[in-house]
Structure formats: structure tokens, C-alpha cells
């Protein structure tokens, strides 16, 4: 199994950043990539951006060219930098885990909330 603890989260004002970190731990040799979702209220869960172990990265429109996914193999730690923040970011941000096309775990979520 792998467990993932995901940091950072909080309240910002609108063009402001944040960034999030995702610790895994576990049977971490099962992972291939990485990435984050997110949830706003009354909304379904959305990709944001993924990366695998290579580091070959692929981001939501939405967000392509302010956010920034990366990738520490050493420490097993994926993050989302995420600039120039709007409203229409704010959502619990969840980091995933994945085998080839499979999720296999899901972090607790941190609430990222942009106040206009």
C-alpha cells in the first residue's frame, strides 16, 4: 500500500501562491506517476496535473502556465507550485498515486482557498 500526506495548503488573495507537497510512503515502487486533483464545492473532481517518474508532465487548461508540477524521487515528495492564483482555484486539492493508468491511493486533501 501507499500513503500519501499532502502539505500546504491554506487561504490566499487573488494573485497570490501557494504550494503544495505530497509525501509518499509505503510500497513507493509501485508508483509510476504522480499528480493532483481537486474538488470545489458542488463540483466534480478534477484533474490538475500529473507527472511520472521521468518527469513528463501534462496540465488542466485551466491551469497551464501558472501552475508548476515537480517531482523529488529522492524524497519520494511530488509538489504543486501554483501561481497567480484566482477564485476559481479554490477546491480541496488531493495529490494521487498511480500504477500505470490505475490510482492506487488518494491523500487526505488540503483546502486551498483564494479570496477574491
Do not use: H
Amino acid at each position: 500500500q501507499v500513503q500519501l500526506v499532502e502539505s500546504g495548503g491554506g487561504l490566499v488573495q487573488t494573485g497570490g501562491s501557494l504550494r503544495l507537497s505530497c509525501a509518499a510512503s509505503g510500497s513507493i515502487f509501485s508508483i509510476n506517476t504522480m499528480g493532483w486533483y481537486r474538488q470545489a464545492p458542488g463540483k466534480q473532481r478534477e484533474l490538475v496535473a500529473t507527472i511520472t517518474s521521468g518527469g513528463l508532465t501534462n496540465y488542466a487548461d485551466s491551469v497551464k502556465g501558472r501552475f508548476t508540477i515537480s517531482r523529488d524521487n529522492a524524497k519520494n515528495t511530488v509538489y504543486l507550485q501554483m501561481n497567480s492564483l484566482k477564485p476559481e482555484d479554490t477546491a480541496v486539492y488531493y495529490c494521487t498515486a498511480k500504477y500505470y493508468t490505475t490510482i492506487i491511493s488518494w491523500g487526505q486533501g488540503t483546502q486551498v482557498t483564494v479570496s477574491s
